[in-house]
């Protein structure tokens, strides 16, 4: 699970989709990041958890890549582990 600012959302998205990673997008508003942002759910098993992990980061500007105050660090990351799913 991933809660990123509005400008971030869809380059993610679309990095994760290139890939065939089956996303789930949730605009949300408010929380931690006092702002609308974006929560995208995606569902892999273990060996692709840093696949993940790594267009998250390789599509979010850091800090020092001239990122504005308001964006820089302002992408949360959950990794919840998942022993069972059912679809109902």
Do not use: C, K, W, Y
Not at 39 to 65: F, K, Q, S, W, Y
Request: glycine content about 6%.
């Amino acid at each position: 699970m991933a809660v990123l600012s509005n400008d971030d959302a869809n380059a993610v998205q679309a990095a994760l989709v290139e890939d065939e990673f089956r996303v789930t997008r949730i605009n949300t508003t408010g929380g931690f990041l006092r702002r609308g942002n974006v929560t995208l759910l995606v569902g892999v098993a273990e060996r692709e958890v840093a696949a993940v992990i790594e267009h998250i980061r390789a599509n979010v500007p850091a800090a020092d890549d001239g990122a504005s105050a308001n964006r820089a660090g302002s992408t949360m990351l959950v990794v919840l582990p998942v022993d069972m799913s059912a679809r109902l």
